[in-house]
């Protein structure tokens, strides 16, 4: 789409406005996978240009989306020839009572755990790693290793200030404009901008005792897995699929108590009858905010070898519980050192489904389901390789749906229209009914392509 001139009559208070080169910075992601270049970035000042960009972009016809801190990874919120609303310019902390925090949507996570940790309360689910914004996390989901208690971040959520696609700020909540509150958790900016949030908070408690398990057998590992979350035993569960030095798959299993002091830890009873590998247990003492921080230096580290620029076509998937030991090992199969150089990572993990009740995160339809997410970089000396990498991930995906899983769509694969319908199955005429409520002139975030009229 060519980009119009006079971006520069956007009836804004404050905030910055790029345009022409400087606005390439927002025309990529985190998976280095789809380029778009927007017509210009706004990073607003005040809710007010959030409003007023929203309604010059309806009355110009343009394509608008908000932008986090950039991590999606398959062009979900990039716009070509539009407009981007960099959030994180709005990233106030507004105010940490005893059970919840208000916040504006650009805050990134790690800001917000340093507030209310600092006064003994935490959000009650946190993804791996903190440098995401709460309302990227809150437009696609948000899911880590307490979400098999507490479900995704969106479950947490009590109330959400919207400014949607015909520039109107709506306030949302189970109680009030419900239908709204359904169709922006987890609903990729289709409808609008979330530009506040307030979020559910518990009393973080100051110690992690965190142990690390090795297993060779998959299906006791998804067994311990499941048994260990129905027994509610650990405050966060989590495990990862590897390859040893001779290329055979080896797993582990990651659990964590949070506790007052590490003496209250028995080890024996948290460990009890688990079929890991003998051997070696690894065990990790932190506080419970260096926790939560555990994957900054992997990512300094990433960083500083420049594998952070590189493309990720990343493949995050859910499993039925049933099926989850079987898929994941015969994907495993397939896999090979090489693909995991440099840093490869496969997170494996269960949640209880009935703990989410967020319409738009399509769960398997099982009890426990398994996030299953093979964390990959596309090698930039193999010519072909993202194509290559593109098919094989369109392929698992195949695999992954005649099992009954769904996927978490925060990175590939991209699918068609019709094939999202099928996804979003029964909550697909809610959503639909919302997008041509709440965005009537249909210009909210045509990056995923959800819809028969979204661009190629
Ligand atoms: C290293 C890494 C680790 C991750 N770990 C986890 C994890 O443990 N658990 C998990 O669940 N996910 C994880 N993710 C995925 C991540 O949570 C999502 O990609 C999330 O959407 C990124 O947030 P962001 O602030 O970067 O959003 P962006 O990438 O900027 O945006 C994502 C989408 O949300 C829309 N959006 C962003 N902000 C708003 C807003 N304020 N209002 C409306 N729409 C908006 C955008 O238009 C876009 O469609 C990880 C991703 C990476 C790269």
New binding site residues.
Partial sequence: MAAPAGFGSIPLGGGTLLTGVAAEVAAT??GRLVRRVPGAVLRPGSVEDVVAAIRWAGAHGLPI?????????NG??LVDGGIILD?RSLNTVHLVAEDRVVVD??ALWSAVVAATTARGLTPPVL???LE??V??????????GMSHRHG?QTDTVLELDVVTGAGELVTCSREHERELFDA?RAG??QL????RATIRLIPALPMSRCYRLRYTDLGALTADQSRLIAEDRFDYVEGSAGLGETGTPEYKLEVATFVPTLSDVDSDALLAGLRHEPGAVEIEDTTYPEFLDR?APG?AFRREIKEWELP?PWLNVFLPGPAAAEVVGRIMAELTLVDLAPCGVILLYPVHTARSGTPLLRLPDEPVAFLFALLLTADPAEPGAILRMAQRNRRFYECVLQAGGTT?P??PPGLKPSEWVAHYGEAWPAFQAAKARFDPKRIM?P??GFWPDSPA
Avoid: E, K, W
Avoid at 65 to 73: I, V
Avoid at 135 to 144: H, K, V
């Fill in positions: 992601d985190f989306a908000a932008r986090g801190a950039g991590h999606a990874m979900q919120g959030l949507a650009g993804t791996d790693y995401t914004t309302g990227g996390t809150l437009s696609a989901g948000g899911l880590g995704a922006v990729f900016g609008g901008v979330l530009v994957l990512v990720h978490y925060i990175g975030t990056g995923p």
